[in-house]
């Protein structure tokens, strides 16, 4: 094998990496939220508020890790509008989500001229890095920090869901409210307890965007990643390795798209971009495994009802 073709391969690889970080982070969001019977469609909202509150605090205190703490404080403060009207309120929860995706698009853009004097971009800020002590340093800084947080959260995730009390009770409420209950668990504090982490792993995915890859923020800059997120949930069966190995493809096609000419593939880019909504679909329909939901997904509860 050439050097060229070793050269391609490489740079394709660290580009599937950094594509697929920002989908991780939210996709894991998403498996907590829905796991506890809440879907989140916001999480395209909550990334793209998490995006510009850490470029936002990153230019006002220098320090980018401030920006991704108040990317992640700002995701939960959304997530916890979407859980009070979702869980509370009852209210139909696809509606709630899409209704914050609206709000975060139009209070992004009024921030982002308030605050910064311009439209459409901020200033460049400083990049959220790792120390350059740690091993394999170079390949750290290629596929920025956050692709060696998100390793670490999808095992972390894995473990909490399956492996403790407090990860089966989020699933108990998940599948069998009512029995859940019955048994003493509190069904309102699970889900929101859900909820909220989905609202920081997704502000944190849009901190990874932000601060992690690009070092400013753009007008709606997430372009449909928190909808990637579900479908790689939907396609990972909510499971955190499965929405890892999810993300991983989608990554893969977008960086497949963006190299395609110096690779000199003779396939449309439009194809290669539209390709992960492709698998979801396939996904949904079974062609590759069966992918169910949580039971009570979406459902919302009321105690004492039956």
């Not at 390793?151 to 894995?158: D, K, Q, R, W």
């Not at 989905?198 to 601060?211: D, E, F, N, P, Q």
């Amino acid at each position: 094998m050439s050097i060229f073709s070793l050269t391609v391969i490489a740079s394709l690889l660290i580009s599937s990496i950094r594509s697929a970080t920002p989908l991780v982070l939210a996709a894991l969001g998403g498996i907590f939220s829905e796991r506890s019977g809440v879907v989140n469609i916001a999480l395209e909202g909550i990334m793209l508020i998490g995006a510009f509150t850490a470029v936002m605090i990153s230019y006002s205190s220098g320090s980018a890790w401030l920006g991704v703490l108040a990317a992640m404080a700002a995701g939960v403060a959304i997530a916890w509008l979407h859980g009070v009207v979702s869980i509370k309120y009852r209210a139909d929860q696809v509606v709630s989500g899409t209704a914050i995706n609206i709000l975060a698009v139009g209070l992004t853009e009024f921030l982002l001229a308030k605050f910064f004097g311009q439209a459409g971009q901020t200033p460049n800020v400083t990049p959220a890095t790792l120390p350059t002590w740690l091993p394999l340093h170079g390949f750290t800084q290629q596929v920025t920090a956050f692709a060696w947080i998100a390793a670490v959260l999808v095992v972390l995730t894995h473990v909490v869901l399956f492996h403790t009390p407090l990860g089966l009770r989020i699933r108990a409420v998940g599948e069998h409210p009512r029995a859940a209950d019955t048994v003493g668990i509190n069904v309102f504090h699970m889900r929101y307890l859900g909820v909220l982490l989905s609202g920081a792993l997704a502000g944190l995915g849009g901190a990874a965007l932000s601060v992690g890859l690009l070092n400013s923020f753009t007008d709606n800059m997430t372009a449909g990643r928190g909808f990637i997120a579900l479908a790689a949930v939907i396609f990972g069966k909510w499971s955190p390795f499965g929405a890892l190995a999810a993300s991983l493809l989608f990554g893969f096609a977008d960086a497949l798209q963006t190299q395609a000419q110096i690779i000199g593939l003779k396939v449309p880019s439009e194809f290669l971009l539209m390709s992960p909504y492709i698998l979801t679909m396939l996904a949904l329909a079974g062609v590759v495994g069966r992918s169910t939901p949580p039971a009570a997904s979406g459902t919302p509860y009321e105690k004492g009802e039956r």
